[in-house]
């Protein structure tokens, strides 16, 4: 960019937008090496911690960059609000069991067909238009989803492979329930 044409308020929020969805991507790669470093704690004790801490940094957050009470916001979005706040419980509850109970790349890999749940629910919930190719993408993504996971046939692995998709849909819901 020259001094004659700076760059607009939308390119730095676009660079910003792509920081934050690359350190998300960080963040979430290494959390399953984080998770399986703490020896001692039971899945409950992870999330009531991880819980409290997340609580109070958003609401710092959210009130040094609204200048209002988050409680105030979340009486103003209404039951969007409640419905994408107790699927956030749903998604981090079962995220860190299956991460506790079935090996992380299994985890992860369940983990990822939140977009696709998302589309589903979005399409179901809020009636928007998905493309014939999202639809092909969708089931090519999920047969593959499904042969690399196949082999985990124990009940333990079972179940984090059933919480790791719990918590998939939990986030497809947290994502409807924004957009709605």
Same mark, same amino acid.
């Given at each position: ?9 939308? /390119? ?8 934050? $969805?690359? /350190?998300?991507? &960080? ?20 999330? @009531? ?6 609580? @109070? ?7 040094? !960059? ?8 979340? !009486?103003?979005?209404? &039951? /969007?609000? &409640? ?5 956030? $419980?749903? %998604? ?12 992380? %790349? ?9 977009? =696709?749940?998302?589309? $589903? @629910?979005?399409?179901?919930? @809020? !009636?928007?238009?998905? !493309? ?8 090519? %993504? ?6 690399? $996971? ?17 918590? %998939?849909?939990? =986030?497809? &819901? ?7």
């Amino acid at each position: 960019m020259t001094a004659l044409n700076p760059p607009s308020a939308a /390119a730095g929020a676009h660079r910003f937008g792509v920081l934050f $969805v690359f /350190a998300a991507g &960080v963040l979430w790669s290494t959390v399953g090496l984080g998770i399986r470093m703490i020896e001692d704690a039971v899945v409950w004790q992870i999330l @009531l911690y991880r819980s409290i801490s997340m609580t @109070l940094f958003l609401y710092v957050v959210i009130r040094l !960059r609204s200048g209002e009470s988050p409680f105030a916001q979340i !009486r103003r979005m209404g &039951v /969007a609000s &409640v419905i994408a706040g107790l699927s956030l $419980v749903a %998604a981090f509850s079962g995220g860190i069991y299956s991460i506790q109970h079935t090996s992380v %790349a299994n985890a992860m890999l369940l983990f990822a067909t939140a977009p =696709f749940m998302a589309a $589903v @629910l979005g399409w179901i919930v @809020l !009636r928007e238009p998905v !493309r014939i190719a999202t639809w092909i993408a969708i089931a090519v %993504a999920i047969g593959g989803i499904a042969i690399m $996971v196949a082999d985990k046939s124990g009940s333990v692995a079972l179940n984090g492979s059933l919480a790791a998709l719990g918590s %998939a849909f939990g =986030f497809a &819901v947290f994502t409807v329930s924004l957009r709605w």
